[in-house]
């Protein structure tokens, strides 16, 4: 376990429900535009078992809770986020209707029956991931950025309940078709755009040969706006039946 007691650093989240203050380790994610767009989006029912895949500081689980969750379950490959989480909810006082367990993609959730599942998954491109540093340790969501999002998809089964809904980011800077292929393998046609908004794309992103390579190959897409390149993210519900 990495002990990062002295770098630990403080986060405010100001998007819905905050503000709140978030503790954040080395390996944590800070919570991103994205974030503050999946909180947004996110249609919480009183009463409702919550899933928080790839939770990081545990700030959509903390939304959730916020919103009338009556239990949110998150979950993360990362040691140092889970247990950053778990503090986090004894600060905001939010440990009775939050959990934080570690572990890849659904795994550590198998036993939870959820209405919702927030899947937001690292889904960028490796080489995106490396980069930009967005991601703590350089985790992208695999060469184009749709593995780990698909596997997570694949993974759903019995832990969404009928009815249940999945909150899902995705973006033309990952192959967004793959991920939403796997998302109608599962959900069928019950798939809803809910959000979409342009970012720009970093220059060093722009240059890069990597990345020129999964565009000429079809994989990822931007729009030029002026001398700029813009990638579009998007937020899915995806309901079951
Ligand atoms: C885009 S961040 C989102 C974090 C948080 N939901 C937020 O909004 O701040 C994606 C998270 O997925 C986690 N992650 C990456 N690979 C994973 C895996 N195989 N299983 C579970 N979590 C993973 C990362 O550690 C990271 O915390």
Request: negative net charge; contains cysteine; glycine residues 12%.
């Amino acid at each position: 376990m990495v002990d990062s007691v002295n770098e630990v650093k403080e986060f405010v989240w100001r998007g819905r429900t905050g503000p709140f203050t978030l503790r954040m380790g080395p390996d944590v994610f800070a919570p991103s535009s994205t974030s503050t767009i999946v909180a947004e989006a996110l249609e919480i029912h009183e009463g409702d078992v919550v899933i928080d895949a790839g939770c990081g500081s545990g700030v959509l689980a903390f939304v959730a809770a916020r919103l009338g969750a009556e239990r949110a379950v998150g979950c993360d490959i990362s040691e140092e986020s889970v247990r950053m989480a778990s503090e986090n909810a004894r600060h905001l006082g939010l440990a009775d209707v939050t959990e934080f367990r570690t572990g890849s993609l659904l795994d550590p959730v198998r036993d939870v029956q959820a209405d919702v599942i927030i899947g937001d998954i690292s889904g960028i491109p490796d080489p995106i991931a490396e980069l930009t540093g967005w991601f703590p340790g350089g985790r992208g969501g695999g060469p184009t950025g749709a593995e780990l999002p698909v596997a997570m998809i694949d993974e759903i089964g019995d832990i969404l309940r009928p009815g249940g809904r999945m909150y899902l980011p995705t973006g033309t800077i990952q192959a967004e078709s793959k991920v939403l292929g796997a998302a109608r393998r599962v959900f069928g046609d019950n798939i809803e755009q809910l959000v979409s908004r342009e970012f720009p794309l970093p220059n060093l992103v722009s240059r890069s040969k990597d990345v020129a390579r999964l565009v000429s190959d079809g994989l990822i897409s931007f729009r030029q706006r002026g001398s700029r390149l813009l990638w579009r993210l998007t937020i899915w519900r995806c309901t079951k039946n």
